[in-house]
């Protein structure tokens, strides 16, 4: 089971951490990612690390301000936010890859790569 964590209440230029909490599965096996959805839209991808924490995948409008990490001994995976904007606003979810190999790891920017989804958290960025 996965658990995201961390989101609150935020000024515009400030920062959140968030964190997904794995039960029961070691996240080391997986990539890892973190998707939001904002009200009445639909589910966007914001970041990814791949099992080996080698590589990194943003979205465009987070490159720059978003850093995700894992730390496995401690079974959870971090983004850490900076310079929030309002269009951040949304409840973020993190989510588990199988971990296969891909020969181009954009591959998970794609919701549908994931198998599974932890509980969301939610994130409001206020000007």
Same mark, same amino acid.
Request: glycine share 12%.
């Given at each position: ?5 961390? /989101?609150?209440?935020? #000024?515009?230029? @400030?920062?959140? %951490?968030?964190?997904? !909490? *794995?039960?029961? +599965? ?6 890892? /990612?973190?998707?939001? #959805?904002?009200? @009445?839209?639909? %589910?966007?991808?914001? !970041? *990814?690390?791949? +099992? ?6 943003? /979205? ?12 496995? !001994? ?54």
């Amino acid at each position: 089971q996965l658990q995201a964590s961390g /989101g609150g209440l935020v #000024q515009v230029g @400030g920062s959140l %951490r968030l964190s997904c !909490a *794995a039960s029961g +599965r070691t996240l080391s096996s997986y990539h890892m /990612g973190w998707f939001r #959805q904002a009200p @009445g839209k639909e %589910r966007e991808f914001v !970041a *990814a690390i791949t +099992r080996s924490g080698i590589r990194t995948v943003y /979205g465009d409008p987070e490159k720059g301000r978003f850093t995700i990490s894992r730390n496995d !001994a401690m079974n959870t995976v971090l983004m850490l936010m900076n310079s929030l904007k309002p269009e951040d606003t949304a409840v973020y979810y993190c989510a588990a890859d199988s971990g296969r190999v891909y020969s181009d790891y954009n591959q998970l920017k794609l919701a549908g790569r994931y198998f599974h989804w932890g509980q969301g958290t939610l994130v409001t960025v206020s000007s």
